[in-house]
């Protein structure tokens, strides 16, 4: 079983519209969970980090299950500009090694 | 905030030949620099860590002896692919964590470089 597992997508939404998608996680023991977001050919960029209590910025708000083990992370409003792939990234208990999922695309549509 | 600076953008080399690839941090140390790669719609795979000053640890798999790697000082780190071949061809990103007078905010944040696709002929 992979160590962080997502749904590739592609999801395609309309402008303004929710989208939402989950990561789940294999380690109960994680400690630390992000969303990054990746440009086609860029580097990741960190989005957010996701909390027990779930946070949100602005349009996005992420959310944390430990009981069942995923982290969602869910757009509001869709902008173009929000089309990307999203990487979900857990840490174990070595505090410095992170577990990246092979993303989930999300493409917005005028 | 913290900027990791990678190089080459993008290298195109024939098989057989050694690529070397770059990370500097410039504003701040980097005591932990780590290497992935990625493959076209795959996740990020660590491909080994390295500590300033100690011999990076390599992630199974990984042959180290052909992905040399090197973190000398504070604020470079470098990759070196020996014998390149085809199916080394890919995106390889380094990312960072260290201090400036302290820990830099969010312990596990990581700040990535820009990344270098490297095509081997």
Aim: proline share 4%; with cysteine.
């Amino acid at each position: 079983r992979k160590e962080v597992e997502q749904d590739p997508g592609p999801f395609n939404v309309p402008e303004g519209a929710t989208v939402a998608f989950n990561c789940t996680y294999s380690n109960s023991a994680s400690q630390s969970f992000f969303w990054y977001r990746q440009d086609c050919r860029k580097e990741p960029k960190l989005l957010m980090s996701v909390y027990s209590s779930g946070n949100e910025d602005g349009r996005f708000t992420a959310q944390l299950n430990r009981a069942s083990q995923y982290i969602s992370l869910l757009i509001r409003d869709s902008k173009l500009s929000d089309s990307a792939t999203y990487l979900c990234v857990v840490n174990g208990p070595n505090d410095y090694k992170l577990s990246f999922g092979a993303g989930t695309t999300v493409t917005v549509r005028a | 905030g913290a900027v990791v600076s990678q190089h080459p953008s993008w290298v195109i080399c024939k098989s057989g030949t050694s690529v070397k690839i770059e990370c500097r941090s410039l504003d701040f140390q980097a005591t932990t620099m780590f290497w992935y790669r990625q493959f076209p719609k795959q996740s990020l795979m660590l491909m080994a860590t390295s500590n300033e000053g100690s011999k990076a640890t390599y992630e199974q798999g990984v042959e180290k002896d052909k992905f040399l790697i090197n973190h000398a000082s504070l604020t470079l780190s470098t990759l070196t692919v020996t014998s390149a071949h085809p199916e080394d061809s890919s995106f390889y990103i380094c990312s960072a964590r260290g201090y400036r007078e302290s820990p830099l905010s969010g312990a596990n944040v990581l700040t990535f470089g820009a990344g270098s696709r490297l095509t081997v002929l």
